[in-house]
């Protein structure tokens, strides 16, 4: 990566439930195919879990279906919702979609605000900066190449030396 400023554009959503999905893939995949050719660097999907207002797929997958379109561009999760996620699910994800794209990915993470998705998930909001804290260092030992053993109030790996790992360090 040089230096200097770089752009990115964000698949915000833009569709309700009511719009065909095809309608919101076939805009989607053209806008990073245009930004692209224009030299956008990065494409961008965020996070969200029961929307009701906007139509929300979940960046991991629908990243990898855009970058079919725009190769060269760099996939961004802008964000992930860590405080809800299981972070060895999240890890390898994220490590899968880095690989598939060749090393072009870049992890972004986040508390998460919605007291709707946290009680969805089961999760009381206010753990969610623990959880952050303690998934981000999961996370970050599950990428670093060595054994993990990791003991939390929420998470525990014993033992593990983790096949799946990002393309790049």
């Known amino acids: 990566m040089g230096s200097g400023v770089?752009?990115?554009?964000l698949t915000t959503p833009i569709h309700g439930a009511e719009t065909p999905y095809g309608q919101q893939l076939r805009e989607h995949r053209e806008l990073v195919r245009v930004a692209d050719q224009l030299g956008f660097d990065m494409m961008v999907a965020g996070q969200h879990f029961l929307g009701t207002e906007l139509r929300y797929y979940q960046p991991v997958p629908y990243l990898t279906y855009l970058h079919g379109a725009a190769p060269r561009m760099t996939a961004v999760t802008g964000i992930m919702l860590l405080s809800m996620a299981n972070p060895v699910d999240l890890a390898e994800q994220i490590a899968t979609l880095d690989v598939v794209t060749d090393g072009r990915c870049v992890f972004g993470a986040g508390l998460g605000y919605s007291e709707r998705e946290f009680r969805a998930f089961g999760i009381d909001s206010r753990s969610k900066v623990k959880r952050f804290e303690h998934?981000?260092?999961?996370?970050?030992?599950?990428?670093?190449?060595?054994?993990?053993?990791?003991?939390?109030?929420y998470w525990k790996v014993e033992d593990v030396l983790p096949a799946v790992q990002p393309a790049r360090p």
Do not use: C, M, Y
Not at 141 to 146: D, F, I, P, R
């Open 135 to 153: 998934g981000l260092a999961l996370i970050k030992a599950l990428w670093s190449g060595e054994k993990v053993d990791f003991d939390s109030p």
């Open 6 to 9: 770089r752009f990115g554009i």
